[in-house]
């Protein structure tokens, strides 16, 4: 599976990004997904997840109610739709890919993008 995460951007605090994360690979929707990012100086962190048919998904604490995974198996792309921005949430975002269910830890990760950068100004 490769995947592209694209969709990052600067935006104003309180604004909203869609992150989308295409993957070729005709498998994928047997895939989990998980947004990671990692801001300078610090480690890479979970933000949210999403299972293989997109009917559970998971956020870390610090984004729950303001961000939304979301999958299109048909297009073959996991979307994270972000909301009410803050300048914490600026960091490189990662999505990444493994086979069965997801995790929160990085590590149990196979497959990553590339990482696209989101910049909340204040």
């Known amino acids: 599976v490769q995947l592209q995460a694209s969709g990052g951007g600067l935006v104003q605090s309180g604004g909203i990004l869609r992150l989308s994360c295409a993957a070729s690979?005709?498998?994928?929707?047997?895939?989990?997904v998980g947004w990671f990012r990692q801001a300078p100086g610090k480690e890479r962190e979970f933000v949210a997840a999403?299972?293989?048919?997109?009917?559970?998904?998971n956020y870390a604490d610090s984004v729950k109610g303001r961000f939304t995974c979301s999958r299109d198996n048909a297009k073959n792309t996991v979307y994270l739709q972000m909301k009410s921005l803050k300048p914490e949430d600026t960091a490189v975002y990662y999505c990444?890919?493994?086979?069965?269910?997801?995790?929160?830890?990085?590590?149990?990760?196979?497959?990553w993008g590339q990482g696209t950068l989101v910049t909340v100004s204040s």
């Open positions: 690979g005709r498998t994928f929707s047997s895939y989990a």
């Open positions: 990444a890919a493994r086979y069965s269910d997801y995790k929160f830890d990085p590590y149990e990760y196979e497959y």
């Open positions: 999403i299972n293989y048919s997109g009917r559970r998904t």
